[in-house]
């Protein structure tokens, strides 16, 4: 069983679309990373979120947590060629903040 | 700043041979991680350092699977002898942080 359920796997879209993946859990989490991993190269953090129901943008990019802390969204307004990549959602655990990973939403997007 | 570095990029092997991939973490980082990552996966956590000593290898395979990290900087992984199922990308990250891991490009592996 994941720990962290991502929706959808796959999603291919035409540029200037806007998108919402989503990270899901039934535990519950102090606090919940994204991350962006395009070809050929490692993740890279996009933000951390630690409130429930908190909201963090980042250019195109709106992450919010869920009020329980169980889960995590992430949109993208009109999306570009340069957004393309897998979107880890991932969080941490025990006395050494061991990462767990889903299995990522690979996202394409067609100019 | 530098980021994190990794060598080979890729590597190709017959099964049953052994293989090596070398880390050099961002300076003055004490913990290094790393993942293995099968194709459609998210990373999987192989083993963490902080400084020279080990903090958690409980999802390495020790059978095949070794780590050091001499010195408390550069790190090696080791798989001998590779299996089938060893196919992955495998990723180094470093950390002064505990929420904050930089990963390097990773090693992709293919064991035929």
């Known amino acids: 069983t994941q720990l962290l359920e991502q929706s959808p796997q796959f999603l291919s879209i035409q540029e200037g679309e806007n998108l919402t993946v989503y990270c899901n859990s039934s535990?519950?989490?102090?606090?919940l990373q994204w991350y962006r991993q395009e070809p050929g190269e490692g993740p890279v953090l996009l933000v951390t979120?630690?409130?429930?129901?908190e909201v963090k943008k980042l250019k195109r990019l709106t992450f919010q947590f869920g009020d329980a802390r169980k889960d995590s969204s992430l949109h993208i307004t009109a999306a570009q060629p340069g957004d393309t990549g897998l979107y880890l959602c991932a969080v941490s655990g025990g006395s050494n903040y061991k990462l767990t990973f889903g299995k990522g939403t690979l996202l394409t997007v067609n100019p | 700043e530098a980021g994190v570095a990794q060598s080979p990029r890729y590597k190709i092997i017959e099964k049953r041979q052994s293989v090596a991939f070398w880390c050099n973490p961002i300076s003055g980082h004490a913990t290094l991680y790393w993942y293995q990552q099968i194709l459609g996966q998210g990373p999987k956590l192989l083993i963490q350092f902080q400084n020279n000593g080990v903090v958690d290898d409980s999802q390495l395979p020790k059978d095949r699977f070794s780590a050091e990290r001499l010195k408390g900087v550069d790190s090696t992984l080791k798989i001998q002898p590779a299996k089938l199922e060893d196919s992955a990308v495998y990723l180094c990250?470093?950390?002064?942080?505990?929420?904050?891991?930089?990963f390097g490009p990773g090693t992709r592996l293919t064991v035929t």
């Open positions: 979120v630690v409130t429930g129901g």
């Open positions: 535990s519950v989490f102090s606090s």
């Open positions: 990250a470093s950390s002064l942080l505990p929420y904050e891991q930089y």
